[in-house]
């Protein structure tokens, strides 16, 4: 059933739309109504979009039907007739300029109305064909032609003919095709239209050539047949102009004769085969290969003349039945590895690579052969290396490991497996020695070069750090609180030996050891030694950053009366309770050092004199007021400098420990800095 047309009746006076309503709905037109032109835009913008909009010319809103009809075909090409009562020739005039598909005279009768709806639903169908139509003609990407076949002149001529042709529509007007087929004559023309006048055959298709305005040529293939229009029979030309076929032939010509040529000199045995599995192509390689001539192979099925086996031959023969239909198999596209017969009898490890090609109509299989009996042979004995190796590393009592040179592990003993967790294919950074903790160039020599730097000892823990030194080739990585010492020992150019030994107890009696060299064993405070070293490092960092730092120094005052009062335990415990009040003050950052007997010294980076001099006070306060067994009160002098451009260790240390002696010259228990010390210094040296 077809689906009925829309119409939105545009009219202000109510009386006049209900009956002219009622008229389109009895007819079988769905109508929806509109009293303004800005009604009717909204509606058709809405959920409305009409088929037909019949519009009266005068209306109530600010737009009249002139105006809406304007902006509606402005946007949406819908048919418009036109209610009026007014056919002055300004009417008209403006009906015509809106492009409307004609008016209908309020009163008229309802025939008439109904007449001239249904003329413009039919009109408008029929632009909107013949406009798709003719676009269709104009830009299609072959030539098109459309002829009388009597008189032969050309009624229609499309975009792409001229433009292949050069000529212009006006010069196209005047021509026949026989101005364009060089190679035919008006009798020989019409002897190939006869068939399709008398009705014999629908269509016909022939090859030749046409010649452009310029005279140049070009080969075309050409399909005729004849169709009706308003009672004439006319002829329609669809031209194939071919010059890029015959240009893409010739050069496949010239393709094919290189690649018989490449495939005649690869190195690769090279064969092709019909879709019965017969031999077709035998390059110079599959002969020296499988002993067989060019001669003794063509034509020969390749199953039976290089499949060592009865029970495999029956597999490829259903294979490649499956092939010669549908072009596709498991094996197409595919390298695989299968056994094949030399012409002396003896089998061949051979790599083949199957691409199916579809040539003259049927599928044909190219396929590449590469002897690989070496590389087997090398497989094998790589195996065997393997297994030895293997047999080798359950008899190291230590977790131990074969490592390849893509960094995967091969294999690996049970000690391995149960304290680091490792599985055979793992990559050795994984589980091995924590290679998230590895420095970026350690990793890229690693990953460039297969193995350890040779001479480089790297230290892996679970931390932050990861320390290289010149030592033999090992790493060290933390694994459930032990530490393990591992080696990587070179079996070959392509696999390594590595394995781990516990050196956790010996690491941590290093730590001990380095512990005790820079500590102070009475107080835990750093030692002399080390505060230097931390202090020249400190000198150095401010060159670079041009930051500030300072130095406290105190002395703990009478200390000399207190191991005579109370001994010297009682001092010793003086000395610990005040490294320990420091420390507990101080910043991780900062460093305090025993400088010597009752001396003290405190880093203190980023920091200026007078913030210095302040957390001075703060000790010193603290300090006096904390109760030590035995022993009571006690006080220090303190001195504060800070690091002034061109000062060395022995200049800054001593300005600290002059500013400590006039504190205890000023009564002791007191802090003395200076803290223009630095511009008078500048001052002095200009």
């Keep these: 059933m077809q689906k009925s047309k829309k119409i939105l009746l545009v009219e202000d006076s109510r009386l006049t739309a209900m009956v002219i309503a009622e008229l389109?709905?009895?007819?079988?037109?769905?109508?929806?109504?509109?009293?303004?032109?800005?009604?009717?835009?909204?509606?058709?913008?809405?959920?409305?979009?009409?088929?037909?909009?019949?519009?009266?010319?005068?209306?109530?809103?600010?737009?009249?039907?002139?105006?809406?009809?304007?902006?509606?075909?402005?946007?949406?090409?819908?048919?418009?007739?036109?209610?009026t009562a007014n056919t002055s020739g300004e009417i008209i005039d403006k009906i015509k300029e809106v492009k409307a598909y004609g008016f209908v005279l309020k009163g008229t009768d309802k025939a008439a109305l109904l007449s001239t709806v249904e003329m413009a639903l039919k009109l408008h169908e029929a632009n909107i064909h013949a406009g798709m139509f003719e676009r269709l003609f104009e830009n299609s990407l072959n030539e098109l032609y459309i002829f009388h076949p009597k008189s032969l002149k050309f009624v229609a001529v499309n975009r792409a003919a001229r433009k292949n042709l050069g000529y212009t529509i006006e010069e196209l007007n005047t021509m026949t095709p026989l101005d364009i087929k060089p190679e035919f004559d008006i009798e020989s023309f019409r002897r190939l239209l006869n068939p399709l006048a008398s009705g014999e055959q629908e269509r016909v298709m022939f090859?030749?050539?046409?010649?452009?305005?310029?005279?140049?040529?070009?080969?075309?293939?050409?399909n005729l047949q004849f169709f009706d229009y308003e009672g004439e029979k006319l002829c329609l030309a669809l031209v194939v102009d071919l010059t890029e076929r015959r240009a893409m032939e010739e050069e496949l010509k010239e393709k094919e004769a290189t690649l018989s040529a490449i495939m005649g000199s690869a190195r690769d045995a090279i064969i092709m085969l019909d879709g019965r599995g017969n031999l077709i192509?035998?390059?110079?390689?599959?002969?020296?290969?499988?002993?067989?001539?060019?001669?003794?192979?063509?034509?020969?099925?390749?199953?039976?003349?290089?499949?060592?086996?009865?029970?495999?031959?029956?597999?490829?023969?259903?294979?490649?039945?499956?092939?010669?239909?549908?072009?596709?198999?498991?094996?197409?596209?595919?390298t695989m590895e299968v056994k094949a017969r030399h012409k002396d009898g003896r089998e061949l490890d051979v790599e083949l690579s199957l691409s199916a090609l579809r040539f003259r109509n049927e599928w044909h299989a190219v396929g590449i052969v590469r002897d690989i009996s070496e590389r087997k042979r090398l497989e094998e004995e790589s195996r065997r290396k393997e297994e030895q190796f293997r047999l080798m590393l359950e008899g190291i009592p230590s977790p131990a490991w074969l490592v390849s040179r893509e960094r995967r592990i091969l294999t690996q003993n049970k000690a391995a497996a149960l304290l680091f967790g490792t599985k055979v294919g793992d990559y050795c950074w994984e589980g091995i020695h924590g290679g998230e903790y590895l420095l970026d160039e350690y990793r890229e020599a690693f990953e460039k070069n297969g193995s350890p730097l040779p001479g480089t000892k790297c230290y892996f823990c679970h931390g932050d750090e990861a320390l290289v030194r010149n030592e033999p080739v090992n790493s060290e990585v933390g694994l459930a609180d032990k530490i393990w010492d591992t080696w990587w020992i070179p079996l070959g150019e392509d696999i390594y030996l590595h394995y781990a030994a516990d050196v956790t107890k010996y690491k941590k009696i290093e730590e001990e050891l380095r512990r005790l060299s820079i500590t102070d064993v009475l107080t835990n405070a750093y030692n002399r030694r080390y505060f230097i070293q931390k202090l020249e490092e400190e000198i150095e960092r401010s060159k670079r950053a041009n930051r500030k730092f300072s130095l406290i120094m105190l002395d703990i005052d009478r200390f000399k009366s207190i191991n005579d009062r109370f001994g010297h335990n009682a001092g010793d415990l003086v000395l610990r309770n005040t490294a320990k009040l420091i420390k507990n003050r101080t910043r991780k950052i900062d460093t305090l050092a025993r400088w010597g007997g009752e001396e003290f010294v405190i880093l203190l980076p980023d920091t200026t004199v007078k913030n210095a001099a302040r957390l001075a006070e703060e000790l010193r306060e603290s300090l006096s007021r904390m109760d030590i067994p035995y022993v009571g009160h006690v006080t220090a002098s303190f001195g504060v400098a800070g690091y002034c451009p061109g000062d060395t260790v022995d200049t800054l240390v001593q300005r600290a420990d002059n500013h400590m002696y006039e504190a205890k010259a000023a009564g002791r228990n007191c802090v003395r800095y200076n803290e223009e010390e630095c511009s008078k210094r500048e001052n002095s040296s200009r």
């Excluded at 090859?207 to 050409?222: A, C, F, N, Q």
């Excluded at 086996?309 to 499956?322: G, N, P, R, T, W």
């Design 207 to 222: 090859e030749t050539v046409h010649r452009r305005k310029d005279g140049s040529l070009y080969p075309v293939e050409i």
């Design 281 to 334: 192509f035998w390059n110079p390689a599959a002969e020296q290969l499988f002993g067989y001539s060019r001669e003794e192979a063509l034509g020969k099925e390749l199953h039976r003349l290089l499949v060592p086996d009865e029970h495999v031959y029956e597999l490829y023969s259903q294979a490649f039945k499956h092939f010669q239909l549908t072009g596709e198999g498991n094996a197409v596209g595919k």
């Design 24 to 83: 389109l709905n009895k007819n079988g037109y769905e109508t929806e109504t509109a009293v303004t032109g800005e009604e009717a835009l909204q509606k058709i913008s809405g959920g409305f979009p009409p088929d037909l909009v019949l519009m009266d010319i005068e209306l109530a809103g600010e737009m009249d039907g002139i105006d809406a009809a304007r902006r509606i075909l402005k946007s949406r090409d819908i048919p418009v007739v036109f209610l």
